[in-house]
């Protein structure tokens, strides 16, 4: 009797110290110091797969007792598959945490107001953290798979910054960077002054995006929108630039010419009356409120004064004299 409670003692005493070990193992921060450690978690892998993965990726830790801190966690099921990062500081029993909540490595992706739908693509397609799913796609192919009518892509992309996980497909970030303009627009649109020129959102949405192109100062693009909605008003010619640009294509090579004005494309708003027939870049939320809601004014003209603000006037003759003064250097004419 006295042998076999010893023994149940001995046994009892090394499951504590065992266990007593464990916890403190657990407790202790696997790295330090440096740079987070990447590592990937294969679908299907289950507990001793996640641990064999982890630490075949670099991770200084023992698989083993990984194993027997997920399990007694309670977490071993919930491990989820995916591309993670190991900050210093992090403990074992944080990682389990960190692998069952799924908390995986982020990325981001930056949408930058004013660009074109090909530059939207462009930068998808050469962000290193994302699976390119779309890059073959044609912009036909990808509206499409996003369930988008609409013939063009230009202007239903939101600029922003987007979060990912890393290693994740690229398709969701087209798919919430169009959710997000839908629900922008949608909601200026739904608060707009009915007695604006469009007779759709995507029409403010174009304005919107030639006001996006027309000036970089936010605070002077309600007033730019107001010429464009003033000249539209009074079957006035838009005559802007940047909608010559868009049209011109690989032409551009960053010089309007008289030619460029007088050839005709869909995009040449010096011969061709109205909106064009797509928007020409992707605007900000700036740009969707002042097409939806510009400046009252009677503005038909502008001119840029060369410090990045522009002058505005309501008749021909007061814009020559302005653009005599900020264009021509010439004052009093």
Do not use: C
Not at 31 to 48: D, K, M, R
Not at 106 to 123: C, D, K, V
Not at 220 to 234: G, P, Q, T, W
């Amino acid at each position: 009797m006295v042998f076999i409670r010893n023994t149940i003692i001995l046994l009892l005493v090394t499951v504590a110290v065992l266990g007593g070990g464990l916890y403190y193992w657990s407790q202790q921060a696997i790295i330090t110091e440096g740079e987070p450690l990447a590592f990937t978690v294969l679908a299907g892998s289950g507990v001793a797969g996640s641990a064999e993965q982890i630490a075949a990726a670099g991770i200084p830790v023992n698989p083993a007792l990984l194993i027997l801190v997920a399990r007694l966690s309670g977490k071993s099921a919930k491990l989820k598959a995916g591309s993670y990062e190991l900050k210093p500081g992090t403990t074992p029993l944080q990682l389990v945490g960190q692998l069952a909540r799924g908390e995986f490595a982020q990325e981001s992706l930056a949408i930058i107001e004013g660009w074109t739908f090909h530059q939207m693509r462009e930068a998808v397609a050469a962000n290193r953290g994302l699976k390119h799913d779309t890059v073959a796609l044609s912009d036909r192919e990808l509206l499409a798979k996003l369930n988008i009518d609409y013939a063009s892509g230009e202007g239903l992309f939101f600029p922003d910054t987007y979060l990912f996980a890393k290693g994740s497909s690229d398709l969701p970030i087209y798919r919430q960077a169009h959710g997000e303009l839908k629900k922008r627009l949608e909601q200026a649109w739904a608060q707009r002054d009915v007695s604006l020129p469009y007779k759709t959102a995507y029409q403010a949405l174009t304005m919107a995006s030639i006001v996006e192109k027309e000036t970089g100062r936010k605070s002077e693009r309600d007033m730019i929108a107001s010429v464009f909605v003033n000249r539209l008003k009074i079957g006035m010619l838009l005559q802007t630039d940047p909608s010559v640009i868009y049209g011109m294509g690989a032409r551009y090579q960053g010089h309007i010419s008289k030619s460029d004005l007088g050839t005709d494309t869909p995009y040449n708003t010096y011969m061709r009356p109205g909106l064009p027939p797509t928007p020409i870049s992707l605007p900000g939320v700036a740009a969707l409120h002042a097409a939806l809601a510009p400046a009252k004014s009677d503005a038909l003209y502008f001119v840029a004064r060369g410090d990045g603000s522009s002058q505005f006037s309501a008749s021909l003759p007061e814009h020559n004299r302005a653009v005599n003064k900020y264009i021509r250097g010439l004052t009093g004419r």
